[in-house]
């Protein structure tokens, strides 16, 4: 039997050699924004070990000292000695939602069962219970703001008021439409030559954004948050359902959730806002438009804007459409992107340049996922993308179209549009690979 000192000293030595090697590669702003989180987690993973017997136990003992010694390690200073944070990241208790609060500007709407103070205090080790093993930590690119807490079951809803049917929509004939080079197709409904849009269509979007960043370069928005899907595929709808929630759970911020997921997990920083602007159906566009200029000027970061619609497809007769596909053996909701045109009278000064940018996300995302798009429509609107460029509005399946199609849809828009940003992107140094060198009882969760 070996001897308990030896082991204890040797894996104090252990510790502190695993401190020492991820202590270096941890920014200012990382450091200052993850400390409570990282020292909270890894002490819930160590009382754990401690409680055990043997190598572990030691293990566990060497690293709490090791953080009694450097306490102080993983927090930076100003230079006028007071903490600095771009973001404060708030844990939900009884979810898996992150609400973030502006450290200089606590705006942000709280939601119920968060942890509310401003700088969140780290628990005492006496305090570590098992149901902390159920909060999940955020992600680490993914911002998610102003998200509603109701909940509704659409289940409820039982009565068979008319049909719904699938349908999957192809390639379009007609003078309006035009074949891209990559894949998908341009509907032209302005009066730009369709020779003129084809040659528009080619040109690079000139969109760079940086990998790994603290700085958001995403911002996904709902003008109509509270759209929503069928609770599950089915052949008929009931017309008592207004295909409106105000659970998140139900509509398109689930669809904004599942590509935030993937861009986050692709190191592309990303702001999802949930602000419900359609309270009141009129004047929604308005609201959007001022959260969302609210944003990009306090986060000038951000390259690119996505509003994420769900779509009404109906037959005269008052059948409701499905507009679906099959990706990889699943269900998908298709997709079609509108990109705004100005004939003068819509004062969006950078549509062409989003056309570049709708192109490129079409191309890529049918050379991924085939049949997934329906074609581009560019018509003379505004719909926002006044704000900015990279500025588009994306519907995503219609009210006959189930809630897991259309979060499906989610991911893989959010994986094409990570494909896509990342060819052109700016990498900066991400310190995952290394820690995820640590033991795995040491890492879990640790990020």
Known sequence: MQDDGKDASKSRAKALSVLCAVLPIVTKEEAVQNMTV??????????????????????????????????????????????????????IVNGDDLVLYIAEKPTITEEKNAITDDVREEKDIEDITEADDEQLFPEKYMFTVNRENASEDLTNFSQHSGKIVSETFGKMNGAQMIDLRGGGQLRNCTDIPNETAAAESEKPSGISVEL??????????????TESYEPYE?????????????????GVVAVG?????????SGISVIHDCTVHDSVYTGAYTRSLATTVSILDRY????????????????????????????????????????????????????MDNLHFACELQQQTESMFPTLTRPILF????YNQQVSKGALLIEVGSHGNSI???????????????????????????????????PLYFLDRLM
């Open 404 to 438: 897991d199609q259309a979060v499906y849809s989610g991911e893989l828009i959010g994986k094409s549009l990570a494909v896509l940003l990342k060819k052109d992107a700016v990498y900066q140094t991400e310190a995952v690979p290394v820690i995820s060198e640590m």
């Open 212 to 225: 790994y960043s603290e700085q958001p370069q995403v911002l996904v928005v709902h003008t109509h948050t």
């Open 257 to 265: 959730d599942a590509i935030c997921r993937e861009l986050a997990a």
């Open 300 to 351: 000038p970061s951000v390259k690119i804007v996505l509003g994420i619609h769900r779509d009404a497809i109906e037959y005269e007769d008052g059948t409701r459409v499905s507009a679906v596909t099959g990706i990889d053996g699943k269900k998908a909701a298709q997709i079609m992107i509108i990109c705004a045109a100005d004939d003068g009278n819509y004062d969006v000064p950078f549509f």
């Open 38 to 91: 990282i020292k909270t987690n890894i002490r819930r993973k160590i009382i754990k070990l401690a409680a055990g017997t043997g190598a572990a136990a030691a293990f566990s003992a060497a690293v709490i000292a090791a953080f009694t010694v450097f306490p102080g390690a993983l927090a930076y200073k100003n230079e006028k000695g007071t903490e600095t944070a771009l973001f404060t990241e708030q844990k």
């Open 379 to 382: 018509q003379y609107c505004q």
């Open 234 to 250: 089915k052949e008929w709808f009931d017309s008592s359902y207004t295909s409106r929630s105000a659970d998140p759970k139900n």
